[in-house]
């Protein structure tokens, strides 16, 4: 049975751990590592043998194979081992992508604490994390990651980072002397403190009530190893593409046996051989390797805009996908506290600029206070917060180091006064004695010398602070703190708070002589300003959002964050906000799956939400057929991450849990790359559907015309080793070429594809047969009128027209709608084109003809054969013109 351990007092705690506060014996921990092992995340791991294996359940690998031992059959052993090579190939780079991929589980260890500080004996000891047990006393201080899940027994000013756990975007407060309710969530857990996240600022005490696998972390570290990774959108159609395929195949193959066998009578062995060629004739040798090309080039490209491919398969998903995911705090937003609002009495300024980068501009939007104010306030900021806080350049990134909050205010300062003015504060305004901050106070003072006077300056929440003042700072003066202008104050404050702001209040006062006790320090001060911090959207996320929206695609916001906090981010990034679109994870957690269903895509934005909401509102949203992406950074992203469509995880903030339950990561961190990578996946889709139209009429032409002259009696057409070699070298070139095509106008202004979309429809399998049909025919007209030079110069005759028509075939296949004079010009098809001219040339003209049973031609035939791509071309042209669409 699970304890609730944030519902039961310290005493309770210590009580069911048999523990107490001066920690355990030595020989009380030895018992219980025997009982609970160590404090350690593990998981299966997969067998390298298994996983290599697995590569080649596919079944057009399937088809690739059952090529090759045709090829053998046939005694075309260079052929077969060329298409062995291909399927080894794509068997390795599968396998790698795998392999990298289970490393989640080995990422995961590294973000436990490897030392500790603990009670033993009753002495203080530093111990290895690993060692750690339930009942343990582990002492907290400032920068230490914690080694496992433990409820406080006492805390000074206790704060803790648990954004990659949580997604909490500020540092929790914790404390020891709360019970909370046993369906706390886990972000609300004021007196918990748990594995992987550190303490940001003061110092704690707190005994271990899970460790391994029972923590949190253990849970999401479970989760993630037992989620099904889901396959892409594209390993379903290419899937689906060689089933149907290979039932085109071994329909073909089973037709022309039966009419070869029991029709025309011929050999059971002649019959077999015919319906073999015609199988080699249908598969596309060179497609899997054509495939494998276009998606290395295209993560290439999307590398080269920051946005790194993990899975070749997934480099098209994003193209495909109707609804992004996304996490809030470090990725839509930089996860960096910033004054965004300073309000004085009678004024209110806008800040400008995002995260700890102190540069921005404070901006007057209404009011008329000096910039004397502004100036003096901004002075005593920096003097106040320099004590606690620092800001750092670390190979050109701004970090803080100390309380974020704090760090947003000095950052502020730092914007207002520049460097050298802010230097001179913390100079002119020198400290004489601290006051800390603490959870009861919510303040923190320190007291100043200023040449021949001292300043006691007081920061926190500004409602007690006001409770405390008795006068404002106005125009330069100091008036009294009438009732009607505490009234104006709070309703500032009230405001600032609705729209999902964190408050910051500054207040001072002068005194003749050095304040020595808080008491006489905190009354009495000068109220001057509230600050409006908050994580502020990145720079270009609303007009990425805007992009996306007129791709067709949906953002959700998905966040552990505060509800108004997130509401307040949606609306400056452009999500449509409202109380019916937005939902926490307590409502989520009393909602049935249908109910979900029923609102899960009418939603915008989910609030204080756990790695378990994510992972439900993502099967949910697939469950209604959509496509979805999940980006995330932390810890809690990893199981979303890994059963979207595509996962995308954040390169420079983001956990190494995420990257590696990702297939996509983003470089610079900016969801504007996302934009850019929808645009990249979407080319890529096309690009692949160009090279397979091509081929498969290609192919389907040559079984027309095999097939077609056997109906009609006519000698063998062509020999299998003309078929292989159009296969695999002289369709391969133009078809890879295609695979190059420059995005086509107006790719992101059109819808995503459906999901019911496929690379074969049933009317798209019409045209290929109908232009099939038409390729065959003309080349079986060729041939017939050349048999009167004889049968190897009419079968030459065939060869070539077959090669020369599908040059046309690859002009036209361009594009599906467009006609080739629109398209922008293909750099790379003119010269693929030209060295599989010269490339039959070498057959016809070379001792290679002797081998390939052909003979040169005279330069008038090809005036007859140009005649077949000219009418594929005519044809295919005037069904774009007349917008008949194929798909």
Known sequence: MTVSWHSLSVEEVLRKLGSKEFGLSSREVEERLRIYGFNELFAKKKSPLIMFLKQFANFLIAILLAATIISL???????????????????????IQEFRAE????????????????????????????????????????????????????????????????????????????????????????????????????????????????SELGKITKLVAETKEEKTPLEVELDAFGKRVGAIILGICAIVFAMTFFVARENILEALMLAVALGVAAVPEGLPAIATAILAIGARRMAQKNALVRKLAAVEALGSCNVICSDKTGTITKGEMTVKILRLLNSEYEVSGSGYVPKGEIKLVSGNSSWEDV??????????????VKLINEYGSWTIRGSPTEGAALVLAYKGLGERCVKAAIEEYRVVRVFPFDRFRKRKTTVHVCYDKYIVVSSGAPELLLEISSKVRLNGKEETLTHSLREQISKYIMDLASKGYRTFGIAYKYSSEIVENIKEAEKELVFTAILGIIDPPREGVKKAIEVAKRAGVKVIMITGDHKLTAMAVAKMIGLEVSEDKVIEGKQLDSMSDSELRNVVDKVTVYARVTPGHKARIVRMLKSKGYRVAMTGDGVNDAPALKIADIGVAMGIKGTEVAKEASQLILLDDNFVTIVEAVKEGRIIFENLKKPINYLLICNLGEVATVFGAELIGLPHILRPIHLLWINVTTDALPAAALGFEPPEPGILERPPRSTKERFITNRKMIYYIIMGMLLGGLTI???????????????????????????????????????????????????????????????LYTPLNTVFKVVPLPINTYLYIAIVPIIIIIADEVRKLLKIRIA
Request: overall charge neutral; aromatic content about 6%.
């Open 73 to 95: 059959i046939l005694g075309e052993i260079v052929d077969a081992i060329a298409i062995m090579v291909i399927v080894l190939v794509m068997g390795i780079m599968g396998f």
């Open 103 to 214: 490393r989640t589980i080995e990422t995961l260890k590294k973000l436990a604490a490897p030392t500790c500080k603990v009670l033993r004996d009753g002495e203080e000891r530093i111990i290895p994390a690993r060692e750690v047990v339930p009942g343990d006393i582990i002492l907290l201080s400032e920068g230490d990651r914690i080694p496992a899940d433990a409820r406080v027994i006492e805390s000074i000013n206790l704060e803790v980072d648990e954004s990659s756990l949580t997604g909490e975007s500020t540092p929790v407060q914790k404390t020891a002397d709360i019970v909370l309710p046993p369906d706390t969530l886990v972000s609300d857990r004021r007196n918990m403190v748990f594995m992987g996240t550190y303490v940001v600022r003061g110092k704690g005490k707190a005994v271990v009530v899970a460790t391994g696998m029972s």
């Open 375 to 388: 100036k003096f306030l901004l002075e005593i900021i920096a003097a106040h917060t320099s004590i606690d």
């Open 781 to 843: 007209t060729l041939f017939g009128a050349s048999l009167k030079y004889g049968l190897m110069f009419a079968q030459t005759v065939a060869f070539t027209t077959l090669v020369l028509s599908e040059f046309g075939r690859a002009l036209v296949s361009r594009s599906e709608q467009l006609p080739i004079w629109k398209l922008p010009k293909n750099i790379w098809l003119l010269p693929a084109l030209l060295v599989s001219l010269a490339l039959q040339l070498m057959v």
